[in-house]
């Protein structure tokens, strides 16, 4: 079945001057090809390209995160030094208690009691679920559920195991023993099953 063409198309184009016949027919036959062809329609696939940038946020976000070398020291965060050489990791959500308050990433999300107080009852009973005994801080289980929910996002986008997460914990070196453990169980009650506690290296114990 031949081609119509439209009025000025490449049938009502007369061969150039000096151009053989044959190479003017074998040039003629290939336009009509190329014009008999379906357009072809070239779109940008935004849905992709929306996907990856999504997947590069969070990993900005996730890159926000301190590291022992942009830890700003100070009277109310002292961090306690080690004769440990190995590196530090940036895998995790940053959990930091200073003599004052504890943060998750760079949100405060509790002020703590007097330092004596801590050493018995921690952060103190308003701050518990069931009294001064119980070891899970409220407060920072709420952030730290948010903070779960996009480290596990992180996890599945890098193709690590997504059922747990791992804390970065910045603490003070004065830091009583019973707030670490209840810093510690409340961590472990969000699925964070892995704990970093960040130290100085030091070439001597207690240098």
């Known amino acids: 079945m031949s081609q119509a063409q439209p009025p000025g198309g490449p049938m009502s184009i007369p061969p150039a001057k000096g151009v053989p016949m044959p190479q003017y027919k074998a040039a003629l036959r290939r336009a009509i090809r190329r014009n ?6 070239n779109f940008l696939n935004i849905t992709a390209m929306l996907d990856i940038m999504t997947i590069i946020l969070v ?7 301190e590291t ?15 004769v440990m050489k190995k590196q530090p990791t940036d895998e995790g959500v940053v959990v930091t208690v200073s003599k004052s ?5 760079d949100g405060q999300v509790l002020k703590l009691p ?15 679920r069931s009294g001064p005994n119980d070891l899970y801080i409220v407060p920072l289980g709420n952030a730290l559920q948010a903070a779960r929910k996009l480290d596990r996002a992180v996890r ?4 690590q195991d997504p059922s747990f997460s791992e804390a ?16 510690f169980n409340t961590l472990g009650e969000h699925e964070f099953a892995k ?3 960040m130290v100085l290296q030091s070439k001597t114990i207690g240098g």
């Not at 008999?36 to 329609?41: D, F, R, Y």
């Not at 990993?59 to 995160?65: A, C, N, P």
């Not at 308050?101 to 990433?105: A, D, F, K, N, S």
């Open 168 to 183: 970065i914990v910045i603490a003070d070196k004065t830091t009583p023993y019973r707030l670490l453990i209840e810093v």
């Open 101 to 105: 308050q504890i943060l998750v990433g």
């Open 114 to 128: 007097g330092r004596e107080s801590m050493v018995q009852s921690g952060v103190g009973a308003s701050n518990k």
């Open 195 to 197: 704990f970093h506690l």
């Open 36 to 41: 008999a062809m379906e357009p072809e329609i």
């Open 156 to 159: 599945q986008a890098k193709g």
């Open 68 to 82: 022992s070398a942009s830890v700003p020291q100070s009277d109310d965060l002292r961090i306690p030094a080690s």
């Open 59 to 65: 990993f900005l976000l996730k890159s926000l995160g």
